[in-house]
């Protein structure tokens, strides 16, 4: 499975962008999708989580409340909607999938290249 994460940029703070990850491959398999982020200097940290079916999500206590996260499986593609940035969300964003949930970073089978997200103060 390769992914591909796109739509980062530069964005005031308060603002939104929305990020899509495309999958292609072997997508056939019914895999969890999540979110990760790192920003300089810090560890990759979870951000979001979607189930294959898209019935159960869960978030960083962080995003909790700002950031949504979705799927369309007819398009092998997973979204983060991001709203209310702030300049702490800087990072680059990953996308990732995985044969489990709930999700984490050590537990993810496949990982995409990331996408730069830089929130202005």
């Known amino acids: 499975v390769q992914l591909q994460a796109s739509g980062g940029g530069l964005v005031q703070a308060g603002g939104s962008l929305r990020l899509s990850c495309a999958a292609s491959?072997?997508?056939?398999?019914?895999?969890?999708m999540g979110w990760f982020r790192q920003a300089p200097g810090k560890e990759r940290e979870f951000v979001a989580g979607?189930?294959?079916?898209?019935?159960?999500?869960h978030y960083a206590d962080s995003v909790k409340g700002r950031f949504t996260i979705s799927r369309d499986n007819a398009k092998n593609a997973v979204y983060l909607q991001m709203n209310s940035l702030k300049p702490e969300d800087t990072a680059v964003y990953y996308c990732?999938?995985?044969?489990?949930?709930?999700?984490?970073?050590?537990?993810?089978?496949?990982w995409g290249k990331g996408t730069l997200v830089t929130v202005s103060s």
């Open positions: 979607i189930t294959w079916s898209g019935g159960n999500t």
């Open positions: 491959g072997r997508t056939s398999f019914y895999f969890a």
């Open positions: 990732a999938a995985s044969r489990s949930y709930p999700i984490a970073a050590g537990d993810m089978d496949y």
